[in-house]
């Protein structure tokens, strides 16, 4: 079975400064990644996926994450946050093997402060 | 943008009551799952539906649930006699195929069991 650790629960960080969201995954088959966001009151949006072949995955909303398979890591990063990205961000796997099923993170809480 | 919607948003019952929670997936979608997330907690699996019926479900997905494509475009959970620990938020979602195929998310309903 798939497991999903994101080890920060809250990141504050202040606008314009870059952000950095940890996801670690455990997995014994190969694996589909993904980050999603929940803006309040909303349901969860794709940022971005890894799927195969480059592991630097560009994203929506001027976010990028990197995939280091020897780590089993997928950390999603943004260079310069606004007021608007904070939200709450999901990682997530799905194995290759079979299945749809996809298995989440805990989620990390970004605050953007001014 | 084409949506997953759900109703109601907000949910209150009497434990041992039957719920019923409502989403219409995205219209030329083929695959239908269920997700839960009890405050605090992962958001997790519950079951995926194809081609009307059943192909995953997770050990939360007990007799207590079901689910149903009863038209072309609804698609329900019910949980039949609900208990304390079903409170939580449910979360729907649909995609067009399986494999790598983006899994697209409604807004979530609130269950809470009195």
């Known amino acids: 079975a798939q497991s999903v650790t994101q080890l920060d629960s809250q990141v504050p960080v202040f606008e314009e400064a870059p952000v950095e969201l940890r996801c670690n995954y455990s997995s014994s088959v190969s694996v589909y990644l993904f980050w999603y966001v929940q803006y309040p009151n909303q349901g969860l949006q794709l940022l971005l996926k890894?799927?195969?072949?480059?592991?630097l995955v560009k994203g929506i909303n001027g976010f990028e994450a990197e995939f280091n398979k020897s780590q089993t890591s997928f950390h999603l990063r943004k260079p310069s946050v606004h007021i608007s990205d904070t939200a709450e961000y999901f990682c997530a796997v799905r194995t290759k093997a079979a299945g749809n099923k996809l298995t989440f993170g805990g989620g990390t809480r970004v605050l953007v402060k001014p | 943008e084409p949506e997953v919607t759900q109703t109601p948003s907000h949910q209150v019952t009497q434990m041992g009551q039957e719920v019923i929670l409502r989403c219409v997936p995205i219209?030329?979608?083929?695959?239908f799952y269920w997700y839960r997330q009890i405050l605090g907690q992962k958001v997790e699996f519950l079951v995926s539906f194809y081609n009307n019926e059943i192909s995953e479900k997770s050990e939360i997905f007990d007799d207590q649930f079901s689910v149903e494509r009863p038209d072309g475009s609804n698609f329900t959970l019910k949980i039949r006699s609900t208990k304390l620990e079903d409170s939580a938020m449910y979360f729907c979602?649909?995609?067009?195929?399986?494999?790598?195929?983006?899994?697209?998310f409604g807004p979530g309903t609130r269950l809470t069991v009195l």
């Open positions: 219209s030329n979608h083929l695959y």
């Open positions: 979602a649909s995609s067009m195929r399986t494999g790598n195929n983006e899994q697209f």
């Open positions: 890894y799927l195969s072949g480059s592991t």
